[in-house]
Each structure stands twice: as structure tokens, then as C-alpha cells.
């Protein structure tokens, strides 16, 4: 079980892929809400049980609906990789029906150290899929993540090609949202970067995002460059999976793309602001040379948060350390 948030929720599939590969004879059933169902369409042994926030499963009596029905799977064992008040009714019912249950240790003291103001402990916390793998190691399955396997290019269909404007040598993803402005690189920064790109003639620059908000501030982006194409709200979400899969590098910052890029085997370039990847949410089989963080010397108190909500009076402009040059040239060495 993990409902939320969509980068989250991305980060489960690399453990689950390397779960059925190393036990093909155990069936998954994968409890989390509607939108993110295509993550798992493609895993073998994995079933999708869609979370109804809304109506059947709200409130306590619908998590209590909610397990009636999932124990009418025959469940043997209940893995929490989200642990929160709703995840932990439903693993406490199972509990107290005498199933295996395991649930992820979030490591919140140590995430509080790492982004403190005094006395940082400044160093790689564990992984959120090592956290992950810990669960099902505690239920009896260990799970390998040393050789991950991904899903093949998605072969795109006529209607993403025609969208794209055509196919071209080199893709590049550009993802230049996130859930807070903390993380968020500068707009005249991002320009930078994509007129850079737009150089090249053989790239092709896809601008992903969503909403109308988002969708706008993409279409300021484009200038005039032939190459450089806003894809918010043109296809589907299950068509925008197919065509991440298809990317040469994806250009993120810490948000859900990054991960969604990752999961399909994509190579990430990602940008921090008063977030860090040491906080355990680093893009999965992805190289720490790959995240570029803000210059720690001009702002020692970085990061200042785990989730990019709380920003240090100062620290507005932490990411305009991170030089456009830095991003392209990194984004080049990946292609």
C-alpha cells in the first residue's frame, strides 16, 4: 500500500520489479489511487486495487471496507510502504487477523538531523528504496536491487509522434515543476537552458508539466524555437509514460518526473534547491553526479527542508548557484 504523492508512489516500482523477477510464484497486489495505475501495467505478477478516497474507502468505515476486500484476496501478507494513519488502520486489521506485516521506517529523526540549522549531521541517509527493501526483507523476501531491470521503449503511436511534431536523433525531457518554489529552478534560468538546447537542431526539447497555470508558463518558454514543444495537456497520461520512456535525459527537479523518468530507465539530470538528495530521495539507479545541488559554502544551512515546504529566510535564490552552463553541459555528457 502507498497512496500518495505521485514521486512516491514512482519510487515503489523499481523494488516491486525486482521483487516478481527474484519471486515470479508470489502475486502483488498493489493498493493506491486510480491516476497512478499505469506505473504497474507492465509488471508482471502485479494486480492494481484502486484506493476510493472519495466514497467506498473514506473514512474509517471505508478502510475497514477496504480491507474486508482486500482479505477477500486471500492476502498473506501486508506490506506498508507509506505508514501513515490510513495505511496503519488497514495494517493493524490485518495484524489482528494474524497476517505478516511489515511497514517502512520513514528515518524522520535522521531526516531532522540532516536538515536542522544547528548541529547538521550532514550525510546520505538510506535510500527510500532501501527502505522499501527492508519491508519485504522483514516479511521473508529479500529483494536484490543490485541488477534492476526496466521496461522496453514504448513504441509510440502515431498520434504522440504527430504531437511531437515528428522523430528526431536526440530527445531531451525538460520537467521544470515541483510541488513547492523551493525546488523550483528560476524561469529566466530554465529559459537559459532550453535556448541553449534549442541550438542543436538534431534535439528535440519536450516541455513537460500539467494544469493550466504550468501549461502557460511552458508556452512562454517556447520563443520561436522550432524544436522545443510544450506537451501539457496534449496526450494522455498513459501516452505521456510511453513517450518518457523514450527520452534521451530528462531534465527534473526533485518532483515526481524525475522519478517517473527513473523508474522506465531514462538517465536523470536533477536540480535541488533547499532540498537534497542525501535526504534519500535521489532518482533510482541514477549517479550522484547527476544531481546538481546549490553551492553549500554561500549557504551552509542547506538543506533546510526533506520535502522543500520550509525555507530559510535568505535561501530564496539558493538555486541560482546552479549556472545554466553547469545543466547543459551535464545534460550533454549524459546524451
Do not use: C
Not at 515503489?12 to 502475486?27: D, S
Not at 506537451?231 to 501516452?239: L, N, R, V, Y
Not at 517517473?260 to 549517479?287: C, D, E, R
Amino acid at each position: 500500500m502507498r497512496l500518495s504523492a505521485m514521486g512516491d508512489v514512482a519510487m515503489t516500482v523499481p523494488v516491486l520489479r525486482a521483487f516478481v523477477k527474484q519471486y515470479p510464484h508470489i502475486k502483488i497486489t498493489v493498493v493506491s489511487r486510480p491516476f497512478f495505475k499505469p506505473f504497474f501495467d507492465t509488471i508482471p505478477s502485479v494486480s492494481f486495487f484502486a484506493f476510493d478516497e472519495k466514497d467506498k474507502h473514506k473514512g474509517v468505515f471505508g478502510l475497514f471496507r477496504m480491507y474486508q476486500e482486500l482479505r477477500a484476496l486471500k492476502v498473506d501478507a501486508f506490506a506498508d510502504l507509506h505508514n501513515v494513519l490510513r495505511s496503519k488502520v488497514v495494517r493493524n486489521l490485518f495484524a489482528l487477523s494474524g497476517k505478516k506485516v511489515a511497514a517502512v521506517d520513514k528515518g524522520r529523526a535522521e531526516k531532522k538531523a540532516l536538515t536542522r540549522a544547528e548541529n547538521k549531521i550532514f550525510k546520505p541517509l538510506t535510500s527510500m528504496f532501501n527502505r522499501h527493501q527492508f519491508v519485504f526483507e522483514s516479511l521473508g523476501f529479500p529483494v536484490d536491487l543490485s541488477h534492476p531491470s526496466f521496461p522496453e521503449k514504448a513504441v509510440l503511436t502515431e498520434n504522440i509522434i504527430n504531437t511531437v511534431g515528428g522523430k528526431s536523433a536526440v530527445i531531451i525531457g525538460v520537467a521544470p515543476f515541483a510541488q513547492y518554489s523551493s525546488k523550483v529552478y528560476p524561469l529566466d534560468l530554465i529559459q537559459n537552458v532550453i535556448n541553449q538546447l534549442a541550438e542543436n537542431s538534431s534535439y528535440k526539447i519536450l516541455l513537460f508539466g500539467g494544469g493550466k497555470k504550468e501549461s502557460e508558463i511552458l508556452d512562454s518558454l517556447l520563443q520561436q524555437h522550432k524544436n522545443v514543444v510544450n506537451m501539457a495537456g496534449k496526450i494522455k497520461f498513459t501516452e505521456e509514460l510511453e513517450l518518457i520512456s523514450n527520452l534521451d535525459v530528462m531534465l527534473s527537479m526533485d518532483s515526481g518526473n524525475a522519478h517517473i523518468a527513473a523508474m522506465l530507465g531514462v538517465k536523470v539530470v536533477s536540480l535541488w534547491g533547499a532540498t537534497h538528495p542525501y535526504a534519500g530521495f535521489m532518482p533510482f539507479n541514477q549517479p550522484l553526479e547527476n544531481s546538481l545541488v546549490p553551492d553549500r559554502e554561500k549557504y551552509p544551512l542547506l538543506p533546510t527542508s526533506v520535502y522543500g515546504n520550509k525555507v530559510v529566510d535568505g535561501y530564496e535564490e539558493v538555486m541560482r548557484t546552479i549556472t545554466p552552463t553547469m545543466v547543459v553541459e551535464l545534460i550533454k555528457s549524459n546524451l
